[in-house]
């Protein structure tokens, strides 16, 4: 099979990243995606789940159900975005992890950038 060249779309102008958490609750999800958007942290905040987790803690394997927040804001938001999902987060040990938005539509990600605090 022949290859076919395809134009390489561009970077974002921007850097944009999301961000993921989970907590216990329903209630929580909510508080810290309404949190993060009421403080221009984050451009939005999407509430998944319940879902299962199974994971290791203090030496013994749990499952516990769950709620995801997926949060989009820019790579220099981040750590006050970070910040604050630790300082309200229910959790000893928050998942807190930021993936990097490698290519997205050019609107949304000016969005993002626009909605999110210097």
Request: with cysteine; glycine share 4%.
């Amino acid at each position: 099979m022949a290859s076919v060249d395809r134009p390489v779309p561009e970077p974002p102008a921007v850097a944009v990243v999301t961000v993921a958490t989970t907590v216990d609750s329903a209630e929580a999800a909510h508080a810290l995606a309404r949190d993060a958007v009421e403080s221009r942290t984050a451009a939005c905040a999407q509430v998944l789940g319940p879902v299962t987790s199974v994971y290791r803690w203090r030496g013994e394997v749990e499952t516990a159900r769950e709620w995801q927040v997926l949060f989009k804001t820019t790579a220099a938001g981040y750590p006050a975005l970070a910040a604050r999902l630790a300082a309200g987060h229910p959790y000893d040990t928050p998942e807190i992890i930021a993936t990097p938005v490698v290519h997205g539509s050019a609107d949304y990600l000016a969005w993002v950038a626009a909605e999110v605090a210097p």
